[in-house]
């Protein structure tokens, strides 16, 4: 055999090889998964590069589920979780089984799943979780959005050393009303005492109707409130005497309230804090008049770092010459000297109320925010109270001929009592002294 068609009839044979090889490959494809046969074959197991370090990742992106049953499967070894961009919308009970212990799992990725309702016990067998990422889904956490109940204030709860919760985009459009106060209440009853990182951007928050939102948070130390209808500050931030950075970019201030500038005064200079806070307000339509020349003489006052202070942009009035907007920190403040000197009155003045996080003062912090369950019990306990008195009212009328019966002797017997002895009494002698 020639040479030459021996090196054809190599590379035939290698071709054709490496053709069986695909093949091969395809075919193990479409019926296995490298987590093993209860997963399907788009998820993948095993030692990959995750920020930056080998970690044990378990990947089930866009992988068609309609449920969360491959979770009970995982290799034991896994550290991190990704499971997103399938359709799963609600998250029953024990979603990685009810005896697995996934000791190593530190990261929880089931962003876009549609999800719309997390179960109290969705969540066991995570103690070692400190990142839990649920953005761009569709919870819902009122228990007055419909006729389901769909609050859970302990969902969170088996999570003891989580430190990052990401809830960007997180809740169904048009939240109730109510969303700061579920929210609270979850923060309360599952005592997330580690949360340090905070993600509530694009949730189309409007205010917090409780203040004290964020107060069960102790350990927080990044508060991510961005591409939000925030208009003002109306939300407690000195009882978090750990925050070190607060997030506020794409809202919706025009201005910025002199008692807000005052409430983050206060925090900064507490003298027990260990960092010095950050708040950006970059990207909000700031109005270029005196209702913004306060904030404008903070920025350079302020011990507080502003964070892209000189990105900060100002917008003029409808019909104003210049329909361009301005630099703030460029704006003429020559006419806004009242604004400006009543607002330093104000920063000036110390709120009466204590301070949160001082020892000292607090014996004497208001109570703390009664929730909605508390109101509920104290109006089922006067109901039962009423319900209790009319029967008491009802059950005397009933018997009432039984107790005439029971109670007539008793009083003839007194009265027979009470006869004699005024008849002893008119029989003595008069005493004349």
């Known amino acids: 055999m020639q040479p030459t068609e021996l090196r054809k009839m190599i590379l035939v044979v290698a ?30 197991c095993g030692q990959e590069m995750y920020e930056s370090e080998m970690q044990y990742v378990v990947n089930c992106t866009n992988a068609g589920l309609v449920n969360t049953s491959v979770l009970e499967f995982m290799p034991e070894q896994v550290e991190v979780l990704i499971f ?23 990261i929880v990725d089931m962003s876009s799943n549609h999800i719309r309702e997390i179960r109290g016990k969705s969540y066991h067998h995570v103690p070692r979780v400190e990142r839990l ?40 459009d048009n939240s109730s009303p109510q969303l700061s106060e579920d929210l609270h209440d979850i923060f309360v009853n599952s005592q997330l005492v580690k949360l340090q990182k905070l993600h509530l ?21 990044d508060l991510h409130l961005g591409d939000n209808d ?48 950050i708040v950006d307000f970059n990207l909000n339509p700031f109005g270029c008049d005196c209702r913004t020349a306060p904030f404008r003489a903070w920025i350079t006052t302020t011990r507080v770092t502003v964070r ?12 104003h010459v ?18 400006i000197a009543a607002a330093a009155t104000i920063l000036n003045t110390a709120e009466d109320e204590p301070h949160y996080g001082d020892p000292e003062a ?17 109006f089922l306990l006067i109901v039962l109270t009423m319900i209790l008195l009319g029967l008491l009212v009802a059950l005397v009328y009933v018997s009432r001929d039984k107790l005439k019966y029971m109670i007539t002797p008793v009083f003839d017997n007194v009265a027979k009592k009470v006869q004699y002895t005024s008849i002893k009494d008119e029989d003595c002698p008069e005493v004349h002294v």
């Open 362 to 378: 607090s014996h004497l912090q208001p109570q703390a925010h009664i929730s909605g369950h508390t109101a509920t019990l104290i």
């Open 308 to 319: 892209n202070k000189d990105s900060l942009m100002c917008f003029h009035s409808t019909g």
């Open 133 to 172: 990422i649920l953005n761009h889904n569709n919870l819902s956490i009122s228990r007055y959005e419909d006729e389901v109940n769909h609050h859970h204030p302990r969902v969170f709860s088996n999570f003891i050393n989580l430190q990052s919760l990401h809830l960007t985009d997180a809740f169904e």
């Open 230 to 277: 925030l208009r003002d500050l109306n939300f407690e931030v000195r009882c978090l005497n750990n925050l070190r950075f607060l997030d506020l970019e794409r809202n919706k201030f025009s201005f910025v309230k002199p008692t807000d500038l005052r409430v983050l005064n206060e925090l900064e200079e507490r003298p027990n804090r260990t960092a010095n806070l």
């Open 201 to 221: 951007e694009q949730n189309e928050i409007t205010h917090f109707k409780d203040r004290n939102v964020f107060c069960d948070l102790p350990s927080l130390r």
């Open 15 to 44: 071709i054709a090889a490496i053709i069986l090889a695909i093949g091969a490959g395809g075919v193990l494809g479409e019926n296995s998964s490298s987590c093993g046969p209860n997963f399907p074959a788009a998820c993948s």
């Open 84 to 106: 997103t961009g399938n359709r799963i919308t609600e998250l029953p009970w024990n979603v990685f089984g009810s005896i697995n212990n996934y000791k190593q799992l530190r």
């Open 322 to 339: 210049d329909a361009e907007p301005a630099h703030l920190l460029q704006m003429d403040m020559g006419q806004c000297a009242d604004a």
